[in-house]
């Protein structure tokens, strides 16, 4: 059975199960471990289907989320349904004393990152919905839930070029008002946003497919990587998490472009829903560790911070605790529309993500750049810097060994707004990232603005190995080290400056 096929079989049964009004509203029963949630009146659509361009039409869900937005956006920070409460529990720029022991929480870089957002959309969900019930009067809306925004759609026959539609950002997002079910023009729309760094940087492009391709993450085998054991794959949710998650985070940029702004485009929310989606269409395959437990405390900015656990909001006010098995999940609260579609190809990219370098097994580490490199709008050529025994290099492709490619410090002041290819092999007209010499992304989301201008910056790390075997002859001779290039994407070439001076400080390959 082909991948595909197994899919859309995955994603029959959960579409039976997931049909509208089978069931009345309750409050959510936790079942831990499942994979599916089970029924639900609420079902989570494909934004897609939710407008038409050609009328202009927006269907009601959009219509009032819009509306909901904008009740939201004028409520005081304090109250839980706000805009700002909303926002500010995911994170926020300013940090004081007095803030609010739901705000700055939200968990990147760590296992809670998609039970955590599952709960946070959740609640959210619950908000917007009793916004349009209770505050704007529309009862016949007591079904509303979020949609999702379903990037990584292919249209039939799969060609990328036939689906960029799905890669902007949808158009009631980018619209300056309100558009009603009729198509009519209204007031001034609360999900639109400008293009600028306060904004969003895409404006009306499309984002190409390898920024949204969830297909790295979906055929990882674990949940998440087991403990003590260095260098092995990241398994689902961290590779998740950086492509397409962050990808998408940055390739919108803008608010969207950093952690403590994201939450603030409307549009976060129907990202995060997809990628919620993603995570149900996997674990119709794969079984989740069954013995997690949600901390007591959560991670905290400042040593002197105070001891919070994961909590959130509901509707009424009331505070939820995230605590018991991480992953027992609301019940009945949401199905989706399909967990089969835009999930990603057949086509699975030779390099992957792995945790890091195991030290005992290095046999020779070949440094390409130990200096901060700023990344501008020409590609960077990292060659071997000298140091190891470029002989050495010829037994990475030996049966047994292993290449590592790593990137330390990587990191930027603000939203670079351009994408940053890794390839391997020194053929320089090779900037296809469907191609042989493609290796990834290097991520530009949890590691930008003026707190991580301070850091460390992020470490990522691809095992290079299969991408250097299949490495054509006239990219490397297979002897001496092979040329590594970061190729900012076209755009930002052609503009002739990347903004947000995105840098690294430090990348090798290593041989295991
Ligand atoms: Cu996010």
Same mark, same amino acid.
């Given at each position: ?133 209770? #505050? ?210 057949? #086509? ?99 590691? !930008? ?34 040329? !590594? ?28």
């Amino acid at each position: 059975m082909s991948r595909r096929s197994l899919l859309a079989a995955a994603g029959a049964v959960a579409l039976a199960a997931g049909l509208p009004g089978a069931t009345a509203m309750a409050a959510p029963r936790l079942r831990p471990g499942t994979a599916q949630p089970g029924r639900s009146r609420y079902v989570r659509k494909d934004v897609s289907g939710l407008f038409d361009p050609e009328t202009g039409a927006w269907a009601p869900e959009l219509y009032w989320y819009a509306k909901a937005v904008g009740w939201m956006k004028e409520q005081q920070q304090s109250d839980p349904r706000s805009w700002r409460f909303q926002w500010y529990t995911h994170g926020r720029t300013e940090r004081s004393q007095d803030d609010p022991p739901e705000w700055h929480q939200c968990p990147h870089r760590s296992p809670y990152f998609l039970p955590w957002h599952r709960w946070y959309l959740y609640h959210f969900e619950r908000i917007v919905r009793s916004v349009i019930v209770a #505050e704007l009067g529309r009862d016949d809306m007591s079904d509303w839930a979020l949609p999702y925004w379903n990037y990584a759609h292919l249209a039939a026959g799969g060609a990328p070029e036939d689906s960029q539609e799905w890669r902007r950002v949808p158009l009631p997002f980018r619209q300056r008002r309100i558009r009603s079910p009729q198509g009519a023009e209204e007031e001034e729309n609360p999900l639109y946003l400008p293009v600028d760094q306060q904004g969003r940087c895409l404006g009306d492009d499309a984002l190409d497919f390898d920024q949204v391709d969830p297909t790295a993450a979906m055929r990882e085998d674990f949940f998440w990587p087991p403990e003590g054991e260095e260098g092995g794959r990241v398994g689902f949710s961290r590779s998740l998490e950086r492509f397409p998650h962050g990808l998408v985070h940055s390739g919108i940029g803008g608010l969207m472009g950093s952690v403590p702004t994201a939450a603030g485009d409307p549009v976060f929310w129907l990202h995060h829903a997809n990628v919620d989606r993603f995570w149900n269409a996997w674990m119709t395959r794969h079984p989740m560790p069954s013995d997690w437990l949600w901390p007591e405390t959560r991670p905290k900015h400042d040593p002197d911070d105070p001891d919070l656990p994961y909590m959130l909001r509901d509707e009424n006010g009331e505070r939820h605790t995230l605590r018991g098995p991480v992953f027992a999940f609301p019940q009945n609260a949401y199905v989706y529309e399909s967990l089969t579609d835009g999930l990603g190809t057949d #086509e699975v990219p030779s390099a992957f993500l792995v945790t890091g370098i195991p030290q005992e097994d290095v046999s020779e580490t070949f440094v390409l750049v130990d200096e901060t490199t700023y990344l501008g709008p020409d590609p960077l050529v990292l060659p071997h810097e000298g140091g190891g025994a470029a002989d050495a290099f010829a037994t990475a492709v030996g049966p047994d060994d292993r290449v590592v490619l790593a990137f330390e410090g990587v990191r930027a002041d603000a939203t670079p707004c351009a994408a940053f290819r890794v390839f391997l092999g020194d053929d320089e007209s090779d900037t296809d990232p469907e191609g042989p010499a493609f290796v990834g992304h290097l991520p530009f989301f949890e590691n !930008v603005g003026p707190h991580a201008a301070h850091s460390e910056g992020t470490e990522v790390f691809f095992d290079v190995t299969e991408t250097l075997r299949q490495l054509p002859d006239r990219a490397w001779d297979r002897e001496g080290v092979p040329v !590594v290039r970061v190729v900012p994407d076209p755009a930002a070439e052609a503009g002739g400056a990347v903004e947000g001076d995105p840098r690294l400080a430090w990348a090798a390959l290593t041989v295991l």
